[in-house]
């Protein structure tokens, strides 16, 4: 079969497909056929910089999740032909990933889906739309009328954060660095946008919102503890800043009083969640969202728009038509 295979740290433009073998099953573990797959920035990160430490199981084939369906249950409780997602727990980073036609996943990391969206539509969904409702549900514990701001709202997860929110009830504040970003936003679904100029919190908005989804992450965290109304709820979800820790962190004064600070990782999905989600999803006829798709064949031209930016959503891999 065909797959990527990462022996080192190296340039977009040397990615190669290589033929290896359909790996063998083993027990707790399922070999699905991987239908497509969404890339994530910690893969271009993996590519450019992780790979050559020990903690990486290399030679490995990249790739944190995946859509497809199971083609050897093993001893698991799925059946040949159940429709699957896989995501996270050492994907692609510990032992291989997506980039791949079959992948050998454990099987506790594999989720069975009630879906009647189309592989590329579903593709778009594991790593962005989990962790958009795992921050939304499990961390913000969003309810009907409450009053959401997004930072980082243009990013993959910020838009899946928007049409998630607003299914969920929620109005929604949607933060990011371009005006010309506003009519995207709201065609989303967002109620009202605004520039994120780093002190939103200085700024003079009609509404407070009493919660916030923050994507931009540490550097602008304090900013957003300053802006959320009291009793108030953050999420710190993404680091889009590139500021990735509170340097001196003193929670007595960092926190103002009545104000809650969670963070979301998305590396311990459910299958409730998982349920969940999908519900969501279908009840509120949520189209999942993605810019552009790759073959394998096209891996160079895929990894090189995930390194450069711009895509504007998340970008596609098929594998099996
Ligand atoms: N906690 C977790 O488990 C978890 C899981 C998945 C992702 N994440 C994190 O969540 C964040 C979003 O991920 P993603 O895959 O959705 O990202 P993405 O789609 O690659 O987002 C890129 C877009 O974000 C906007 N952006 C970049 N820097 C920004 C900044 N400083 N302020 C505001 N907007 C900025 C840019 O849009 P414009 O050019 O239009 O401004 C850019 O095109 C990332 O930091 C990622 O690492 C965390």
């Known amino acids: 079969m ?6 080192k740290c190296c340039k ?11 790996p063998e099953v083993r027990s707790g573990w399922v070999l699905v056929k991987v239908y497509a797959a969404g890339l994530n920035h910690s893969e271009a990160l993996l590519r450019m910089f992780e790979a050559d430490n020990d903690y990486i199981a290399t030679p490995i084939v990249p790739g944190i999740e995946c859509v497809g369906e199971i083609a050897d249950a093993s001893d698991t409780h799925f059946h040949k032909g159940d429709k699957v997602i896989a995501l996270m727990g050492g994907m692609g980073r510990s032992f291989n990933g997506s980039y791949q036609e079959y992948a050998l996943l454990p099987a506790h990391h594999v989720f069975k889906v009630d879906t009647d969206l189309d592989w590329l539509s579903l593709a778009a969904i594991p790593e962005t739309y989990y962790t958009a ?4 549900s499990e961390c913000l514990m969003l309810r009907q009328g409450d009053i959401l701001l997004v930072r980082g709202a243009t990013s993959t997860v910020g838009q899946a954060a928007i049409q998630l929110a607003k299914a969920m009830g929620a109005t929604v504040m949607a933060a990011c660095r371009k005006e010309t970003s506003f009519e995207k936003l709201q065609q989303i679904g967002a109620d009202f946008c605004l520039i994120d100029d780093g002190h939103i919190s200085e700024q003079p908005l009609p509404i407070k919102p009493n919660k916030i989804l923050e994507l931009v992450g540490p550097k602008t965290l304090r900013d ?3 802006t959320v109304s009291h009793p108030g709820y953050v999420c710190s979800t993404g680091v889009l800043g ?5 340097r001196d962190f003193d929670p007595i004064k960092y926190i103002p009083n009545g104000t809650f600070l969670t963070g979301f990782f998305s590396n311990f999905p ?12 279908r009840e509120a006829h949520i189209r999942p969202l993605y810019s552009r798709v790759f073959t394998l064949d096209e891996i160079v031209q895929a990894h090189t728009l995930l390194e450069k930016g711009g895509a504007g959503g998340k970008i596609i891999l098929t594998l099996h038509s």
């Open 270 to 281: 459910t299958q409730q969640v998982i349920d969940d989600l999908f519900a969501l999803i």
């Open 224 to 226: 957003s503890l300053l």
């Open 242 to 246: 590139n500021v990735y820790t509170v």
């Open 2 to 7: 065909k797959a990527v295979v990462l022996k």
């Open 133 to 136: 409702y795992g921050s939304l």
């Open 12 to 22: 977009a433009e040397d990615l190669q497909i290589s033929e290896i073998p359909v």
